[in-house]
């Protein structure tokens, strides 16, 4: 839909899939494969249990060829070294190699009165569908986007097992994976993701991700099937997240299918919070109906909230049919009542988000996908989502480039209050935007891209049904840097969003003027890599920044994980030259500089030097980013998005935590620049300022600044009453010829803080800043310290680490916690830190908790290890 530029509404809710009909269940277990190749009978043969599978190897779903090629061994880790490039690549083999047959048997039958229904929820990209010797699908399955639904009750044995076969051809075509972002494009002339042939963050997957990826649903019905329901809540005025609300209105629509031959009457009915709402259906036969609910209203209604705003209230509620007196089909959920306003900023010139009335500073990160080999689970799902969420952000864009997420995904993002901006497919990389001597076509025929406009839209169409109702899907765009070809983006926008959600701002692509003015020229992204701090603050990009981003290596930790040995060399910088000398493997991982950036720390001395000098940067980088952007918010913009926060793939480039979810010191640094209420220094000017990002108008706050020197001695540079507005960015004072004086000799330690009332720290920050010839020399001397560590168990996985740091000792500088196995003292994963990297100042304690898995063959031990700190162990009892 067309947007004026005038305030619109956008209304959201969470609709969790825990139940899908009567009853339901996964075929994720128990699967079978074969290569085409092997296989001389063709569907109706091989679909027939009494057909011999002798020879046929174990799969994976869901998976692809790739995955169970890795279950089985025959593959070595593709994210490990430079194993990729023994794999064959699809562009060489021809895509027979890897076009697979998919068998799985199971035990299933119709009741009278029962259907049946199976649902494929993800194949790519080309497939036929049969079961018990009869094929389900009349014509052959396209495209990686669209769910496949078959009613295969009267084709269920009555007695003994049922046989279901599926064969798997790749995308045609498979592009040839010659280096270019996604390589030569072609790959893009199919509804499916582009990455799979490479991009400037992964190597290609070399059978382009083809087999059945997404999960395989067994659901039984009554005589009418409840399909793609539609919820949609208003919650008119201007709201607060704490206090007594007006009501809210919600509407409720679904699709009923009556399968049968004859007239089937009944009643839907949906319940909420002790309410009830009915209509009196009858369903023709063979037909699939649209039914609308009356209005519903909720009085005094919890509300959803993104993060750092407000909590994320959800509601249980049924939608169910029932006829003759038995329930038929009954969806449960959960749903979050909000509503969302997306109007033009005329000060910055670009859109600006508002929940419930209020508007949102966004702070976001761009998302690809949660595993470039389409491994998905929930919990891989929660603790990434968890983490986004512990960088204080609110918003995850998913990237044009690879796929619409799983509903899973949008669960988690509702659990913890993260917006999610929903590219489609298109990218400008592949379909056009530029002239690429790497690509195949020309920008006129790439602009063209995909082959089948009506598949796209039907692809669309059905991805919307699926996620339409979650909270966190805040908006839909177009495309990754361009727009989608005008009879794609037309249609989309005017008629199939309208019709099948119609609350949604649609923007046109990532970095359309709708979404912000792009005044300054170029594509409107970046600047990409590591910049000097003063420019996050003094450089003025564009207002709503849908990729900009820095470094991201972690420590040696995580580097051992997918670097050989023999490749474990840091990048050695030239002053002369002004390059780095890289290695050859961490280069095929995508390495990203860091540049002159770690030698103000000292040279590293080796591998394990360099990540903990990393460490340091990392944490500088990303806390100015989202300071100097908070710094000037309303005024300069209304959001930025960070290029980008995870990656699906060992890359050495922007990544809060590495792809085995251990985190970096990038995730803390946002973590601090991004908390709600916040105290900052402008390293540009030397102002000490205040960010409010909450509703909340703050009184009375203790504004404590003090500097440390390298041995420990304090300064205080004095303390002040301050308040703060709600979502208001405001500047304290200057403290330029202090820090100048204090600092020229051998840098030093700045600590500010905000306290309340009860003088109770509300927020923490401390900056080391260089001497007068920007090097980092007092810190190249810090003389060692001890730290008493105090662990106490709080809860099952959860434990409260104290650090405490002796009065007449210097800071206890940048520790990194980490919770290990006792015997091979590596990193258990995923773990939850309510802080890291923590510094301890003389005579001072830091309390941190942490949230770690307990299901370990041996005990789980606590280490920490610091700039002036030497690794320790300690035992959780």
């Known amino acids: 839909m067309k947007l004026p530029l005038f305030p619109i509404t956008l209304i959201f809710l969470f609709l969790s899939t825990l139940a899908k009909g009567q009853t339901g269940y996964e075929l994720n277990t128990g699967w079978l494969c074969s290569p085409i190749g092997s296989q001389k009978a063709a569907g109706p043969a091989i679909s027939n249990p009494t057909f011999p599978l002798t020879g046929w190897q174990n799969a994976v779903v869901p998976g692809t060829v790739l995955t169970t090629m890795l279950h089985n061994k025959q593959i070595p880790d593709p994210f490990y070294g430079l194993n990729n490039e023994k794999i064959p690549d699809i562009f060489n083999t021809g895509r027979d190699y890897y076009t697979y047959w998919f068998v799985k048997d ?38 990686m986007f669209l769910r496949q639904t078959y009613n295969i009750t009267s084709l269920l044995k009555t007695k003994g097992v049922n046989r279901l076969a599926v064969i798997v051809y790749p995308p045609d075509p498979v592009g040839n994976a010659n280096g270019g972002q996604g ?50 809540t208003r919650v008119p005025g201007k709201r607060n997240p704490e206090g007594p ?6 509407r409720v629509t679904a699709e009923l299918e009556n399968p049968g031959t004859t007239l089937v009457k009944g009643t839907l009915q949906f319940l909420i919070d002790g ?56 969806e449960k959920m959960k749903i979050g009542v909000r509503e969302i306003q997306a109007d033009w900023n005329a000060v910055t010139r670009s859109k600006q988000i508002s929940v419930n009335g209020q508007r949102v500073f966004i702070k976001g990160g761009n998302w690809i996908i949660s595993d470039a080999m389409l491994r ?13 969420r512990d960088m204080n952000l609110n918003l995850l864009r998913i990237w044009g480039g690879a796929l619409t997420e799983r509903p899973e995904f949008y669960e988690a993002c509702d659990t913890y209050g993260i917006l999610v901006m929903q590219d489609f497919w298109g990218s400008g990389d592949c379909n056009g935007r530029w002239l690429d001597p790497m690509k195949a076509d020309d920008q006129w025929t790439r602009r063209k891209y995909p082959d089948d406009h009506a598949l796209f839209l039907r692809s669309a169409a059905d991805q919307i049904k699926m996620i339409r109702n979650f909270p966190s899907l805040a908006m839909w765009c177009g495309g990754n840097e361009i727009t989608l070809p005008e009879d794609i983006m037309l249609p989309l926008r005017d008629s199939i969003l309208p019709k099948l959600d119609g ?50 290596v972690g420590d040696v ?33 995508k390495y990203i500089g860091y540049g002159k950036y770690i030698d103000p720390y000292g040279k590293p001395k080796n591998v394990k030097d360099f990540g903990r000098k990393a460490q340091l940067a990392n944490y500088d980088q990303y806390r100015a980013l989202m300071e100097g952007f908070s710094s000037h918010m309303w005024d300069w913009y209304t959001g930025v998005i960070i290029w980008k926060t995870q990656n699906p793939w060992t890359a050495l480039r922007g990544q809060m935590y590495d792809y085995y979810l251990d985190p970096n010191a990038c995730l803390y640094g946002l973590h601090s620049g991004s908390e709600p209420l916040h105290v900052m220094y402008n390293p540009a000017d030397s102002t000490v300022a205040l960010i409010n990002n909450t509703f909340k108008h703050e009184y009375d706050l203790m504004l404590v600044m003090k500097t440390i020197d390298i041995q420990g001695n304090e ?31 051998e840098g030093v330690f700045l600590s500010l803080r905000l306290l309340n009332l009860k003088k109770e720290v509300v927020s923490d920050n401390l900056y080391w800043l260089p001497d007068s010839q920007g090097e980092y020399s007092g810190l190249k001397n810090m003389k060692e310290v001890s730290v008493t560590t105090k662990i106490r168990k709080i809860g099952k996985g959860q434990i409260e680490v104290t650090l405490s740091n002796p009065a007449d000792n210097p800071v206890a500088f940048f520790n990194r916690l980490s919770v290990v196995d006792s015997q091979s003292k590596k990193r258990i994963l995923p773990v939850f830190y309510s802080d890291n990297y923590v510094s301890v100042l003389p005579g001072e304690n830091k309390k941190v908790i942490l949230d770690y898995p307990e299901d370990q063959t041996s005990a789980p031990m606590l280490s920490l290890e610091g700039w002036n700190v030497q690794e320790q162990f300690f035992d959780i009892q």
């Not at 229904?117 to 396209?142: A, C, F, M, P, Q």
């Not at 609300?245 to 919600?250: D, H, L, M, V, Y």
């Not at 036969?285 to 005094?300: G, Q, R, W």
């Not at 300064?715 to 820090?739: A, D, N």
């Open 376 to 388: 998905f689970s929930d919990q891989r799902y929660n603790a990434e989502v968890r983490f986004h």
């Open 503 to 552: 609350t949604r701002w649609f923007v046109d692509y990532s970095n359309s003027d709708d979404m912000s003015f792009n005044f300054l020229g170029g594509n409107g992204d970046g600047p990409y890599g590591i910049q000097p701090l003063t420019k996050f603050w003094n450089y003025r990009t564009w207002p709503f920044n849908s990729e900009i981003g820095s470094v991201g």
């Open 183 to 232: 390589g030569d494009g072609t790959i893009a002339r199919n509804v499916s993701h582009q990455y799979a042939a490479g991009w400037d963050w992964i190597q290609p997957v070399r059978d382009r991700n083809t087999g059945i990826w997404d999960k395989v649903i067994i659901e039984k019905t009554g005589k009418v099937n409840i399909n793609n329901p539609h919820i949609v």
């Open 715 to 745: 300064k205080s540079l004095g303390q002040v009453f301050v308040e703060i507005g709600p979502s208001t960015t405001r500047m304290i004072m200057s403290i330029q010829e202090q820090i100048r004086e204090i600092a020229k000799k």
């Open 106 to 143: 199971f035990k299933e039958t119709a009741q009278s009165g029962e259907e049946v229904w199976l649902h494929l929820r993800g194949v790519n990209y080309i497939s036929d569908v049969y079961l018990n010797g009869k094929k389900l699908n009349k014509e052959t399955h396209y495209g």
């Open 245 to 250: 609300q007006e009501p809210a209105t919600i």
């Open 557 to 589: 930790e995580s580097l051992e994980r997918f670097l050989p040995k023999e490749n474990l060399i840091a990048p050695s910088y030239s002053s002369e030259t002004q390059r780095e000398k890289v290695d050859s493997v961490w280069d095929y991982h």
């Open 275 to 330: 309410q009830k709402i009915t209509k009196e259906v009858s369903l023709k036969p063979k037909t699939t109906e649209e039914i609308s609910l009356p209005d519903i209203t909720l009085k005094n209604p919890k509300l959803w909230w993104p993060n750092g705003y407000g909590k994320q209230d959800l509601y249980p509620v049924s939608l169910q049919f029932a006829t003759s007196g038995q329930i038929s089909d009954t």
